[in-house]
Structures are given as C-alpha cells and as structure tokens.
C-alpha cells in the first residue's frame, strides 16, 4: 500500500527565516507527491508535484519540495517565510490507479 | 475561473435523517473524488470515480452512504440515515485527467446532532 507520513504536527518559524515542512514516503515503484495547502474554512490547494526529473521542484507562493530518493522524503521549503504562509499543509501521494492519499497534515505558524 | 462547487456549505441536522451533498466538478474533469475531513482522522477517501463510474467506495460505510455521478456535471453523496459519528467537513474535488492534481471544492460541513 502506498503512503506518506509528515511527522511533524506543528511546524513554528519567524517571519522572514527559512521553513521546511517534512514529508516522507512509502511507494511501489515510481512515486508521484504532491503538496497542498488549506487556509482555514476553506478547500485544499495545490502547491506542487514531482512526477519525474529534476529533484527541486517549484511551485507557487514561493514554495519548492526537495525529492530524495534515497531518504524516501519530499520535504516543502520555503527561503523566506511569510505570516500569511500559516496554513495546513498536506503531503500526498497517488497510485497508478488515480487515487490520492494524504498525510495527516502539518500546520505551519510563521509569527512576525 | 473554474472551480469546483459544493452545495450545501453548511447543513445541520438530527440524527436519523437523509443527508444529500452534492458536487458541481470542473467542466471536462474526469475523474472525481469524495473526501471527508476530521480532527481524529484527517482526510479520508470515501470514494471516487472516472468517466462516471464508480472506481473505488471502499473507503465508505455501505450500510449507510452512497455515491453516485448521475451525470459529468453532478456528484452526490448521500447519507441515510445520518448519525453523530458523520459530523466532518466533507470535501468533493476533481481531477482533469488522472494527473493526481486535485481541485478542491469548499467543502460541506455537516454537523449531525
């Protein structure tokens, strides 16, 4: 079965220093993740992906993922973080099938 | 800007009866997802289809959901009858080709009592 795990529940960081949002994954095969994000009330938007090639993948608001085959992790990072990157952030992975499979989420607080 | 629609947001109700959500996916978006969203669970798949037919609802309590694509422009959700336990935010998102990039609806939040 295929899966990922973001092992931290909460992720603080100062305004303007860099972030990292961990992600580590369990697959068969080649691995297609994702990143999402949720603001509060609201649905899940799509960050990034890496389906193949280069392992730095960018993405939008300024978001980049680092694909590390050998440590079978996808972490998020950011050079500079904002306030308004406080969010839900979500890793996930998708089968061969089409069905995509979350991580339990990591909220990220970036204080002033 | 194309998007996907939920209706209803929000729905209050007591426990026993019929629940119906429904999902309006992105015009030309084959494939559609079912979420359900808790504190305890986090984001679970319910069920999902492609080209309208059901692929996977193993993720779904049978005795008491259902879903259903009547046609490529509504996905419903159903609950009957509807218990305490049922109580989350329940996500519908689409996807435009099995690219694994999924496009998020706002969600239902339904609160059973």
């Known amino acids: 079965a295929q899966s990922v795990a973001q092992p931290e529940d909460q992720v603080n960081v100062a305004e303007g220093n860099p972030l990292t949002v961990k992600c580590t994954y369990s697959?068969?095969?080649?691995?297609?993740l994702f990143w999402y994000v949720q603001y509060p009330n609201r649905g899940l938007q799509f960050l990034l992906k890496y389906i193949t090639g280069d392992n730095l993948v960018k993405g939008s608001y300024g978001f980049e993922a680092e694909f590390n085959k050998s440590q079978t992790s996808f972490h998020l990072k950011k050079p500079s973080a904002l306030v308004s990157d406080s969010a839900l952030y979500f890793c996930?992975?998708?089968?061969?099938?089409?069905?995509?499979?979350f991580g339990d989420g990591t909220t990220l607080t970036v204080k002033p | 800007d194309a998007r996907v629609t939920q209706t209803p947001r929000h729905k209050v109700t007591e426990m026993g009866q019929e629940v119906t959500m429904r999902c309006q996916p992105i015009?030309?978006?084959?494939?559609v997802f079912w979420y359900r969203q808790t504190m305890m669970q986090g984001l679970e798949l319910l069920a999902y289809?492609?080209?309208?037919?059901?692929?996977?609802d193993s993720g779904m309590p049978k005795d008491r959901f259902s879903a259903e694509m009547p046609d490529a422009t509504l996905a419903t959700l159903k609950i009957q009858p509807s218990e305490p336990r049922d109580s989350a935010v329940y996500f519908c998102a689409s996807d435009p080709g099995n690219t694994g990039e999924l496009f998020f609806g706002e969600g239902s939040r339904l609160t059973v009592l």
């Open positions: 697959v068969s095969g080649n691995p297609y």
């Open positions: 996930a992975v998708k089968t061969n099938a089409g069905k995509s499979t």
């Open positions: 289809f492609r080209n309208r037919a059901p692929l996977d």
């Open positions: 015009l030309g978006h084959n494939t």
